[in-house]
């Protein structure tokens, strides 16, 4: 079992970051800046920024957050959200990111990723899939969970790492933002169905929601929101619990 990544994701939406259930009733937070700063000095792995209402504008509004970050944060950032075209992610990696999640132009425009992974790299691109459960399987969403695809999960990631994708970032939104577990049958399919690496997102809400994905799901790494944005754990105190329980995690 390779050492596990644990990640901050910071969703924002009009230079707030906000936190909501199910990608929705959105809270304000805090600064994202301030925020991207005390998970790094505390020993997150990598931070995702993903703006929450790209899709509402046609546009990323992350890249000069990003530029402030990177003067005080030495550690792979993500933007998500609004990535329409080449030259967005160009101006994404130029403002200080190291890689970007992709979802709905992925979906609509599929040849964007395959023409992204072979200029960029596939570490570069990260096929970010927000997941809802339908009957006995998942729907790929898009528009930041608000809209059906009629597209399955599992064969749609398998569709991204044939087009390049270097990880996927797979976000239940039935789980997110309700502090009461992952979806482990998800992950768990996930992984099983892809040799890239998946980040699993949505859940979380205390510390044997990690231990129970990680040995039960097997994903690469875990993004975490509420649990840091609350103060009810730490990044140490994850890491710490987390390899008590025999879990190899990134120092």
């Known amino acids: 079992m390779s050492k596990k990544r644990i990640i901050a994701r910071i969703d924002v939406k009009n230079e707030y970051v906000i936190k909501g259930i199910h990608l ?3 809270r304000k937070i805090g600064d994202p800046n ?3 700063i005390k998970y790094y000095e505390e020993g997150i792995d990598e931070i995702i920024f993903m703006d929450a209402v790209a899709s509402l504008y046609d546009r990323n509004n992350l890249f000069h ?3 402030k970050a990177c003067k005080d944060v030495f550690i792979p950032i993500t933007i998500g959200g609004g990535i329409r075209n080449i030259r967005d992610i160009e101006a994404a990696l130029k403002s200080g990111a190291d890689k970007v999640a992709i979802n709905t132009q992925a979906i609509r425009n599929p040849t964007l990723i395959r023409e992204a992974s072979k200029m960029f790299g596939s570490q570069c ?3 970010s899939v927000e997941a809802k459960k339908r009957y006995e399987s998942w729907e790929a969403y898009i528009d930041n969970g608000r809209q059906q695809t009629d597209i399955d999960v599992i064969t749609w990631i398998k569709q991204l790492q044939d087009l390049g994708v270097g990880e996927i970032f797979l976000t239940s ?4 933002g309700t502090k009461r577990g992952f979806d482990t ?6 992984t099983n169905a892809v040799s890239v690496p998946v980040i699993a997102s949505g859940g979380a809400g205390k510390l044997e929601h990690i231990t129970e994905l990680i040995k039960n799901s097997e994903p690469d790494a875990v ?3 509420s649990l840091f944005h ?3 754990c730490s990044v140490s105190e994850i890491k710490e619990y987390i390899s008590g329980k025999d879990i190899e995690v990134r120092k």
């Open 24 to 26: 929705e009733g959105l």
């Open 34 to 36: 301030k925020l991207a």
């Open 65 to 67: 957050i990003i530029e």
């Open 125 to 127: 691109i990260i096929g």
């Open 173 to 176: 939104v039935d789980k997110e």
């Open 185 to 190: 049958e998800l992950i768990k399919k996930a």
């Open 223 to 225: 993004a975490i929101a």
């Open 230 to 232: 609350y103060n009810i």
